[in-house]
């Protein structure tokens, strides 16, 4: 029962953090449809506090023993690229 229960919460955290993941992604790709472009400094700082915060929460789940730090850094590798390549294309616009 307690190890059911551990899978819940482990599911559970992963679900949340990425999530949290795709909001960030969805916030950067508003923001550069709408409102700044890449190189402006309001852009780097929504991104930078975002990340930050998504780095703490994982960090956070680890230290619960509710994901893998390897899971952690895979996720924000995930998230970084998708940014990256959002970058990219705005920049060939």
Known sequence: MASELNINHSEKAHELLKADAEKI???IKVQMDNLTMPQCPLYEEVLDTQMFGLSREIDFAVRLGLIEDHEGKE???SLEREL???H???IKK
Request: no cysteine.
């Open 88 to 90: 990219e294309a705005s």
């Open 84 to 86: 990256s390549a959002l």
């Open 25 to 27: 992604l969805r916030l």
């Open 75 to 77: 996720l924000l590798d």
